[in-house]
C-alpha cells in the first residue's frame, strides 16, 4: 500500500502484521498501559482488532475500513482503538477468540472485539464489510452510552465464563477401563467414522491437515497392524501430496484447503504447518518406505531454505495468500503466463497436471494439481524448476518475517525426523543452525522471548514456546547424541514447571506467574492444527522423566493423562496429540542405550527402521545419564534394551537389538 496517511503509532511496532497498519487513519495503539488507561480515563469501549500478517480477510477489512477516513474517524471517536497480532500474543487471542464464539459468533479473523474499559467483552465478531461496519460503530457508540449498566452486566458474567478453564468445564471421569490397548481401539474408532474413505482426511470441508491425528495413526499402526489404519493414512497422505493444497512447484503446504478435495488452497503458507507436516511424511516414509513421502520431505525442507530461512538461521513465520491485491495470484496460472514453454513441455503440463486454456479454477486461472497415483518423471521434475524460475519473476506474496521461537522449534523437530529418515547431514545442520539461533537471540538473561525482528520481542515466551523448545532439544540429542542438548532440555522442564505450572489443577497456565494480569488466565488443552502446549508438555514430562530417572516428572505427566483419557477416548479429534502421548504410555517406551564408539553408526542403524516407541540414549566415554553411566562402567561396545529400567542382555547388532524392542507378534 503507497502511505496516503501520517505514521500513526504502529509505525514503532516491530510486528509486520501491526506495520501493514501504520498509515492508517485509525489513531491505533499497540496492547498496552497506554491504551488502557487511556479508556479507563475517558470511559471509552476498546475495539480490539486482531490478526496476523498472512491472513486474507484481515488484508480485505484493512483496505474496505481501516484505510476509510470517514470510518477511520468514527473509530476515533467513539473507540480507543488496539491492533494486535495474534501471533505475538496468542495469550490474549484466545481469551477474546473464546469471548466471540461463546456469543454465539464464529471464529476467524480479524477477530474484532469490543471491551469495556476494564477490558471484558461485551460484543465482537470477523469480518464485517465496510457499510454494516460503520453502521455497527454507531449503534455500538449508542448502547454504550444509553445502557451501560446492561453491558456491564453482561460483560461481567462473560468475564466469569471466561475465568473458568477448560478443566473445570470438562471435567470426566477416567473410562473404568483406564490407558490401554481398548482405549486406542476406541480413539481410532471414532477417527474412522469421521474419516473421508474417498478423499483421506476428516470427512468436511474446509479441509485441514491435522498432523498430530495422521502421526497418532502411525502408532496405532505400528501396535495394531490393523491394515484399515494403513490405508487411511496412505489415501490422506498422497491425496494431499498430490492436491493444491500442496505446491507441487515449489515445495511446502497452504493452510487448508477451502474444498473436500485438497484443490484449491487457502494460499498463505504457515510455519507451524510445514513444520509440523516435515514430521508427518518423514515418519511416514520411515515406515512404509514410499518414495513420494521421502519426496515431499526433500521439496518442502528445499523450500523452507529458499524462501524462509533468515541470514542467521532463524526460520520466518509465514508467507501471504495475496500478492498484487490478489489471493493466489503467485500459485495459480493463467494460459497465457506459459508462454516460455515448448509445445512438448505445455503438453507434459496439460496432461500430468490438468492445466487448460480456459483454466480448472476461477476466473481462467490454473491451479497446479495431479492424481495421487501418479508420481514426476524426471521430465516433469525438470519442468518444474522452469516453472518456478518463470513464477520467481512475479511479485511475490508479503513474507512475515519475525521469527517465532515456538514455531521454529517446531521446524527443529521436522528437520530432525527428515534427517533421521533420510539421513541427509544437511537438514541435522539446518536444525542445528536454527537452535543457535534461538540460543543467541532469543534467550537473553536466562529469560526466553517469544519473537525476533531486528530485536528480542518485549513480551518473554508462553507455555508454548517453552514446551516446544524442550522437545526440540529432546529431538536434537537423539539425533546427534550429544548431551549438551539434554541437559539443556532438562533445564528448561524445571524453569517452566518454576514458571507456569498450577499444582492445583496438574497443569501448566498458558501465560507465566510473572507475565502480566489479564482478565482470564487460561489452560491450553485442546488439540488443533497445533498441539496443545500441555500434551506437548505431558509428553515431555513422559521424555524427561525417562531420560533423567526422574518419578515425579513421569507422575505427573500420568496424571495428566489420566485427567483426560476419557475425553481423549471420545473426541480424539480434538486431542489428537494427547491419544499420541496414550500411545506411548500404553505400548510403553524402550529405553535404548549405546555405549562404545559405535554409537553415531548404530543410531543411523537404528533409524532406518520405524521405532516410535524406542528412546535411545547414548555414551562414548562420559555421561551424566543415570541409565548410561552404569553401562558405561562395563567399557565396552554394546546396545541396551531396557523397559522401566530392566535391561535385556546386551547386543553387539542393531537388528538383534530391533528384535528387542519390537518382539514378533504371535
Same mark, same amino acid.
Given at each position: 500500500?503507497?502511505?496516503?496517511?501520517?505514521?500513526?503509532?504502529?509505525?514503532?511496532?516491530?510486528?509486520?502484521?501491526?506495520?501493514?497498519?501504520?498509515?492508517?487513519?485509525?489513531?491505533?495503539?499497540?496492547?498496552?498501559?497506554?491504551?488502557?488507561?487511556?479508556?479507563? /480515563?475517558?470511559?471509552?469501549?476498546?475495539?480490539?482488532?486482531?490478526?496476523?500478517? *498472512?491472513?486474507?480477510?484481515?488484508?480485505? %477489512?484493512?483496505?474496505?475500513?481501516?484505510?476509510?477516513?470517514? $470510518?477511520?474517524?468514527?473509530?476515533?471517536?467513539?473507540?480507543?482503538?488496539?491492533?494486535?497480532?495474534?501471533?505475538?500474543?496468542?495469550?490474549?487471542?484466545?481469551?477474546? %477468540?473464546?469471548?466471540?464464539?461463546?456469543?454465539?459468533?464464529?471464529?476467524?479473523?480479524?477477530?474484532?472485539?469490543?471491551?469495556?474499559?476494564?477490558?471484558?467483552?461485551?460484543?465482537?465478531?470477523?469480518?464485517?464489510?465496510?457499510?454494516?461496519?460503520?453502521?455497527?460503530?454507531?449503534?455500538?457508540?449508542?448502547?454504550?452510552?444509553?445502557?451501560?449498566? @446492561?453491558?456491564?452486566?453482561?460483560?461481567? #458474567?462473560?468475564?466469569?465464563?471466561?475465568?473458568? !478453564? &477448560?478443566? /473445570?468445564?470438562?471435567?470426566?471421569?477416567?473410562?473404568?477401563?483406564?490407558?490401554?490397548?481398548?482405549?486406542?481401539?476406541?480413539?481410532?474408532?471414532?477417527?474412522? !467414522?469421521?474419516?473421508?474413505?474417498?478423499?483421506?482426511?476428516?470427512?468436511?470441508?474446509?479441509?485441514?491437515?491435522?498432523?498430530?491425528?495422521?502421526?497418532?495413526?502411525?502408532?496405532?499402526?505400528?501396535?495394531?497392524?490393523? *491394515?484399515?489404519?494403513?490405508?487411511?493414512?496412505?489415501?490422506?497422505?498422497?491425496?494431499?501430496?498430490?492436491?493444491?493444497?500442496?505446491?507441487?512447484?515449489?515445495?511446502?503446504?497452504?493452510?487448508?484447503?477451502?474444498?473436500?478435495?485438497?484443490?484449491?488452497?487457502?494460499?498463505?503458507?504457515?510455519?507451524? =504447518?510445514?513444520?509440523?507436516?516435515?514430521?508427518?511424511?518423514?515418519?511416514?516414509?520411515?515406515?512404509?518406505?514410499?518414495?513420494?513421502?521421502?519426496?515431499?520431505?526433500?521439496?518442502?525442507?528445499?523450500?523452507?531454505?529458499?524462501?524462509?530461512?533468515?541470514?542467521?538461521?532463524?526460520?520466518?513465520?509465514?508467507? #501471504?495468500?495475496?500478492?498484487?491485491?490478489?489471493?493466489?495470484?503467485?500459485?495459480?496460472?493463467?494460459? &497465457?503466463?506459459?508462454? @516460455?514453454?515448448?509445445?512438448?513441455?505445455?503438453?507434459?503440463?496439460?496432461?500430468?497436471?490438468?492445466?487448460?486454456?480456459?483454466?480448472?479454477? +476461477?476466473?481462467?486461472?490454473?491451479?497446479?494439481?495431479?492424481?495421487? #497415483?501418479?508420481?514426476?518423471?524426471?521430465?516433469?521434475?525438470?519442468?518444474?524448476?522452469?516453472?518456478?524460475?518463470?513464477?520467481?519473476?512475479?511479485?511475490?506474496?508479503?513474507?512475515?518475517?519475525?521469527?517465532?521461537?515456538?514455531?521454529?522449534?517446531?521446524?527443529?523437530?521436522?528437520?530432525? &525426523?527428515?534427517?533421521?529418515?533420510?539421513?541427509? =547431514?544437511?537438514?541435522?545442520?539446518?536444525?542445528?543452525?536454527? $537452535?543457535?539461533?534461538?540460543? /543467541?537471540?532469543?534467550?537473553? =538473561?536466562?529469560?526466553?522471548?517469544?519473537s525476533f525482528k531486528g530485536t528480542h520481542s518485549v513480551t518473554t515466551a508462553f507455555i508454548d514456546d517453552h514446551a516446544f523448545l524442550i522437545q526440540a532439544y529432546i529431538s536434537l540429542y537423539q539425533?546427534?547424541?550429544?548431551?549438551?542438548?539434554?541437559?539443556?532440555?532438562?533445564?528448561?522442564?524445571?524453569?517452566?514447571?518454576?514458571?507456569?505450572? &498450577?499444582?492445583? +489443577?496438574?497443569?501448566?497456565?498458558?501465560?507465566?506467574? +510473572?507475565?502480566? *494480569?489479564?482478565?482470564?488466565?487460561?489452560? +491450553?488443552?485442546?488439540?488443533?492444527?497445533?498441539?496443545?502446549?500441555?500434551?506437548?508438555?505431558?509428553?515431555?514430562?513422559f521424555h524427561l522423566g525417562i531420560f533423567w530417572d526422574k518419578e515425579s516428572w513421569k507422575t505427573m505427566a500420568s496424571e495428566m493423562m489420566q485427567r483426560l483419557i476419557a475425553l481423549t477416548q471420545?473426541?480424539?479429534?480434538?486431542?489428537?496429540?494427547?491419544?499420541?502421548?496414550?500411545?506411548?504410555?500404553?505400548?510403553? %517406551?524402550?529405553?535404548?542405550?549405546?555405549?562404545?564408539?559405535?554409537?553415531?553408526?548404530?543410531?543411523?542403524?537404528f533409524d532406518q527402521s520405524y521405532l516410535p516407541f524406542a528412546l535411545f540414549l547414548s555414551a562414548n566415554g562420559t555421561s551424566k545419564l543415570p541409565l548410561v553411566t552404569d553401562k558405561l562402567a562395563?567399557?565396552?561396545?554394546?546396545?541396551?534394551?531396557?523397559?522401566?529400567?530392566?535391561?535385556?542382555?546386551?547386543?553387539?547388532?542393531?537388528? #538383534?537389538?530391533?528384535?528387542?524392542?519390537?518382539?514378533?507378534?504371535?
Amino acid at each position: 500500500m503507497t502511505p496516503s496517511h501520517t505514521a500513526n503509532r504502529l509505525a514503532r511496532a516491530t510486528s509486520p502484521y501491526l506495520l501493514q497498519h501504520a498509515h492508517n487513519p485509525v489513531d491505533w495503539f499497540e496492547w498496552g498501559q497506554e491504551a488502557l488507561t487511556k479508556a479507563r /480515563q475517558e470511559d471509552k469501549p476498546i475495539l480490539l482488532s486482531i490478526g496476523y500478517s *498472512s491472513c486474507h480477510w484481515c488484508h480485505v %477489512m484493512a483496505h474496505e475500513s481501516f484505510e476509510n477516513k470517514d $470510518i477511520a474517524q468514527l473509530m476515533n471517536e467513539f473507540f480507543v482503538c488496539v491492533k494486535l497480532d495474534r501471533e505475538e500474543r496468542p495469550d490474549i487471542d484466545q481469551i477474546y %477468540m473464546e469471548a466471540v464464539q461463546t456469543m454465539g459468533q464464529n471464529g476467524g479473523w480479524p477477530l474484532n472485539v469490543f471491551l469495556t474499559p476494564d477490558q471484558k467483552p461485551f460484543f465482537g465478531g470477523t469480518y464485517f464489510p465496510p457499510k454494516n461496519w460503520a453502521q455497527l460503530l454507531v449503534q455500538i457508540n449508542k448502547a454504550f452510552r444509553e445502557k451501560r449498566n @446492561e453491558i456491564n452486566e453482561s460483560a461481567n #458474567d462473560l468475564g466469569k465464563h471466561l475465568a473458568i !478453564s &477448560d478443566l /473445570q468445564r470438562f471435567k470426566n471421569v477416567p473410562p473404568a477401563n483406564g490407558l490401554n490397548l481398548s482405549a486406542l481401539d476406541a480413539m481410532h474408532q471414532v477417527i474412522e !467414522s469421521r474419516f473421508d474413505f474417498h478423499e483421506g482426511g476428516l470427512d468436511k470441508a474446509p479441509k485441514f491437515i491435522m498432523p498430530s491425528i495422521w502421526l497418532f495413526l502411525l502408532r496405532y499402526y505400528q501396535i495394531s497392524k490393523n *491394515s484399515k489404519t494403513l490405508e487411511m493414512l496412505h489415501l490422506t497422505l498422497k491425496k494431499i501430496a498430490a492436491g493444491g493444497i500442496y505446491d507441487q512447484i515449489g515445495g511446502g503446504f497452504a493452510r487448508y484447503s477451502v474444498d473436500g478435495q485438497w484443490f484449491a488452497p487457502h494460499f498463505e503458507k504457515m510455519l507451524y =504447518d510445514n513444520g509440523q507436516l516435515l514430521s508427518l511424511y518423514a515418519e511416514a516414509y520411515r515406515l512404509t518406505k514410499e518414495s513420494v513421502y521421502a519426496r515431499i520431505v526433500r521439496e518442502t525442507v528445499a523450500w523452507l531454505e529458499r524462501e524462509m530461512t533468515s541470514p542467521e538461521g532463524g526460520f520466518y513465520s509465514a508467507l #501471504d495468500a495475496d500478492s498484487e491485491g490478489e489471493e493466489g495470484k503467485f500459485y495459480t496460472w493463467q494460459f &497465457d503466463e506459459l508462454k @516460455e514453454l515448448t509445445t512438448e513441455e505445455i503438453q507434459l503440463l496439460t496432461d500430468f497436471y490438468h492445466v487448460t486454456t480456459a483454466g480448472n479454477w +476461477e476466473h481462467g486461472k490454473n491451479i497446479v494439481f495431479r492424481e495421487s #497415483d501418479t508420481e514426476p518423471t524426471p521430465a516433469l521434475l525438470q519442468l518444474n524448476q522452469k516453472l518456478l524460475a518463470i513464477r520467481n519473476k512475479k511479485i511475490k506474496p508479503g513474507l512475515d518475517d519475525k521469527i517465532l521461537t515456538g514455531w521454529n522449534a517446531i521446524t527443529i523437530q521436522g528437520l530432525v &525426523d527428515a534427517y533421521r529418515s533420510l539421513g541427509e =547431514d544437511h537438514y541435522l545442520a539446518l536444525a542445528e543452525r536454527a $537452535i543457535q539461533f534461538i540460543e /543467541q537471540h532469543l534467550i537473553v =538473561d536466562g529469560k526466553l522471548h517469544r519473537s525476533f525482528k531486528g530485536t528480542h520481542s518485549v513480551t518473554t515466551a508462553f507455555i508454548d514456546d517453552h514446551a516446544f523448545l524442550i522437545q526440540a532439544y529432546i529431538s536434537l540429542y537423539q539425533a546427534t547424541q550429544k548431551e549438551y542438548y539434554l541437559i539443556a532440555a532438562k533445564k528448561w522442564c524445571e524453569e517452566t514447571i518454576r514458571l507456569f505450572y &498450577d499444582p492445583s +489443577e496438574g497443569f501448566f497456565y498458558f501465560n507465566s506467574h +510473572e507475565a502480566e *494480569s489479564l482478565i482470564a488466565r487460561k489452560k +491450553e488443552v485442546f488439540d488443533n492444527v497445533i498441539p496443545s502446549s500441555n500434551s506437548v508438555m505431558a509428553r515431555n514430562l513422559f521424555h524427561l522423566g525417562i531420560f533423567w530417572d526422574k518419578e515425579s516428572w513421569k507422575t505427573m505427566a500420568s496424571e495428566m493423562m489420566q485427567r483426560l483419557i476419557a475425553l481423549t477416548q471420545s473426541e480424539p479429534i480434538y486431542m489428537c496429540h494427547w491419544a499420541l502421548l496414550a500411545a506411548e504410555m500404553t505400548q510403553g %517406551m524402550a529405553e535404548v542405550v549405546i555405549t562404545g564408539s559405535k554409537n553415531l553408526s548404530w543410531q543411523k542403524e537404528f533409524d532406518q527402521s520405524y521405532l516410535p516407541f524406542a528412546l535411545f540414549l547414548s555414551a562414548n566415554g562420559t555421561s551424566k545419564l543415570p541409565l548410561v553411566t552404569d553401562k558405561l562402567a562395563e567399557q565396552r561396545e554394546a546396545i541396551y534394551v531396557c523397559f522401566k529400567k530392566n535391561c535385556q542382555l546386551p547386543v553387539s547388532r542393531v537388528q #538383534d537389538a530391533i528384535k528387542q524392542i519390537v518382539p514378533p507378534q504371535k
